[in-house]
């Protein structure tokens, strides 16, 4: 085919794109479509969707339509922004598991060789990433390009994609799987174990010391101060016994609450096993490892792990809370941050809640 033809054919997917599925078919108009003969296959960078005329000339009408919904729906999760200092190859292939799960469910052809894998339909791409193997030799292609400075506007995105759904919405086209889509979008699910380890990261004592002078340079008769880590000091995990934790969500936040302190290093973690009473602590230095118990199984009080601490006389650096949230919390927030790994959608009173789901 000629270039033209290719163009024409990119311009008659689009103009079914918005005629079949017009949530994904408006934001297409977004993107200007460029032929990039030194592209693999389609890129998108949140401004431009790039395509190789001779890779499109291999496609049908149907498979072309879905390449578009496919590389907008990487602008549409923020794809592009959200990879940070990740591995740029292996990022792609989880964003293209995610993108691939949604179009299909939305009715789309995959064309040959698409990354699918349905295990992966209900996961984000953070989730999917960090189940994927490194692999150095990775032949994988990109088609989620870094945007220039300045030029990538997620919020602007946020908006359109919200406007884009209220206008497929009232076309009656909005169907039930691109309504979860949506609301995945409009209204992200935060990974609690990101959380977790930024809470409790965030009170890791960490700094520059004139009392322990870098050594180095005191030979060189230069007195500078060193970095140095205090490590974090006491460390609080209560758990929920009331029989609502299952043993699968005990052993991923044990195993998770483990890491958390094999990176921030506390002096001593106390383990409070709590459902309307105390039914069990446990101390660990810092050698130890986490193996969560169910203890107890009554009624849910949250009060008494913070009476003991008051009691003991602990100065926690941080508190996380396993926990429903069924249950009755003090009146007024403790002088010591309280983090609730919430199983429900319920949110504390005060303090910051993250839903734990495994």
């Known amino acids: 085919m000629t270039d033209q033809k290719i163009s024409k054919q990119m311009t008659r997917a689009r103009i079914d794109l918005i005629a079949s599925q017009p949530f994904f078919g408006t934001l297409a108009l977004r993107l200007v479509m460029k032929e990039d003969q030194a592209a693999p296959t389609l890129w998108v960078d949140g401004k431009t969707l790039g395509y190789n005329p001779e890779f499109v000339g291999t496609l049908s009408h149907e498979v072309t339509v879905a390449a578009i919904a496919h590389e907008v729906s990487h602008c549409v999760f923020d794809h592009i922004s959200r990879r940070g200092g990740r591995n740029a190859k292996k990022w792609n292939r989880a964003c293209d598991y995610v993108v691939n799960a949604v179009i299909k469910d939305a009715g789309f052809r995959l064309g040959d060789g698409w990354l699918y894998d349905p295990a992966y339909a209900n996961m984000s791409a953070d989730a999917i990433y960090s189940t994927l193997p490194d692999s150095p030799d990775d ?64 009170e890791n004592k960490d700094d520059y010391s004139w009392s322990r002078p870098n050594k180095y340079f005191i030979g060189l008769g230069i007195c500078i101060p060193s ?39 506390p002096r001593v973690t106390y383990i409070i096993y709590c459902d309307s009473k105390i039914n069990h602590v446990e101390e660990l230095g810092q050698y130890d490892q986490v193996e969560l118990k169910a ?14 601490i008051e009691e003991q006389g602990w100065q926690p650096a941080a508190f996380v809370y396993l926990t429903d949230l069924y249950g009755n919390a003090p009146d007024a927030p403790p002088d010591y941050p309280v983090l609730w790994c919430c199983t429900t959608d319920q949110r504390a009173p005060w303090g910051e809640t993250v839903r734990i789901e495994v």
Request: aromatic share 8%; charged share 25%; with cysteine.
């Open 139 to 202: 032949d994988s292609l990109c088609d989620v390009h870094e945007a220039k400075s300045g030029e990538l506007a997620p919020d602007e995105w946020k908006m359109a994609t919200a406007m884009a759904a209220n206008a497929a919405r009232r076309a009656g086209e909005l169907h039930g799987s691109l309504e979860r889509f949506i609301d995945q979008i409009l209204n992200p699910q935060v990974d609690w174990r990101e959380t977790l380890r930024r809470f409790c990261t965030e």
């Open 227 to 265: 970095l140095y880590s205090q490590g974090m000091g006491e460390m609080v995990v209560a758990v929920d016994t009331s029989g609502s934790i299952t043993k699968e969500v005990l052993d991923a936040f044990g195993s998770e609450v483990q890491a958390v302190r094999d990176a921030v290093q």
């Open 295 to 308: 203890y107890g199984g009554g009624g849910t009080s949250f009060c008494p792990p913070f009476e003991l």
